[in-house]
């Protein structure tokens, strides 16, 4: 599949299976998003722009540093903890749709519960391995995650431990390097450009009025969010699992037989 395929896919997939994404992200994101929008309610004292315009030490005076701090570390957790559950499920419906079935939303939801443990384990593997790569060998992360694109969707899909879902994520990535970079660029921005033009009004509703109560605005604009960018770039890895498997293994091939068998 070229890139285009892939993008066109992923949106496709996105509207067969929306049902069932949205309840994985949900159980995954919603959680989190409400209490780090919760954390956020204190941001220039909860006032108001124009309030905060009219009497800046009001804000000054009532933000927390601590609250800064939270909302940081609430931000990564979610990001690179949450995305790989979401992902181990949502390979799990895209790999059931590719096969001609679909998945119900709790069979999807158990196998990121039951992969948990080594998804977690290989996201702070592949991260470390990032930062040591930026570090030592000058490389940046945009040119290294690609390599890890598959890891979840390898982990999830053959039920493989942390360390080997990494090397098969390497295996399959490293053969097609420059592709596979192309593609977890793109779908990168675009998921940023989606989330920039989903966020931008209830963001500035949010600031108009104030975090005091704009908190809530923020969660549910959040979750939104989750649900259309985390949802295409957790398909997206699936794909290209596939598009992988099927240039390098004969996957298509392997699915003919087995059904043909089956038939």
């Avoid at 780090?36 to 108001?48: D, Q």
């Avoid at 079935?101 to 290989?122: Q, T």
């Amino acid at each position: 599949m070229a890139t285009s395929d892939i993008l066109d896919g992923a949106i496709k997939l996105l509207r067969a299976n929306a049902r069932t994404m949205v309840l994985i992200v949900a159980t995954f994101f919603v959680p989190f998003e409400i209490v780090l929008a919760y954390f956020e309610r204190n941001i220039n004292g909860g006032n108001g722009f124009l309030q905060t315009l009219r009497d800046p030490t009001a804000a000054s005076s009532q933000s927390s540093s601590s609250s800064t701090f939270a909302i940081a570390g609430l931000a990564y957790i979610t990001f690179w903890v949450v995305v790989p559950l979401v992902c181990a499920g949502a390979s799990r419906v895209v790999m059931a749709s590719y096969l001609g079935g679909e998945l119900k939303p709790r069979d999807a939801i158990a196998a990121a519960f039951r992969h948990a443990p080594a998804l977690l384990v290989a996201t702070l593997i592949v991260h470390l391995a990032e930062l040591v790569s930026g570090v030592a060998l000058l490389v940046g992360a945009a040119f290294v995650m690609p390599l890890f694109i598959m890891t979840a969707p390898a982990i999830s899909l053959e039920d493989l431990g942390p360390i080997a879902g990494i090397r098969r994520s390497v295996s399959l990535a490293r053969r097609r390097y420059w592709p596979t970079v192309g593609i977890a660029l793109l779908s990168g921005l675009l998921a940023y450009i989606l989330n920039q033009i989903l966020g931008f009004l209830p963001s500035l509703v949010a600031l108009l009025i104030g975090l005091r109560w704009g908190w809530l605005i923020v969660a549910v604009s959040g979750i939104l969010e989750a649900f259309v960018s985390v949802s295409l770039i957790t398909i997206v890895a699936t794909l290209v699992y596939i598009d992988a498997r099927i240039r390098q293994e004969g996957f298509d091939l392997q699915v003919m037989a087995s059904r043909l068998d089956a038939g």
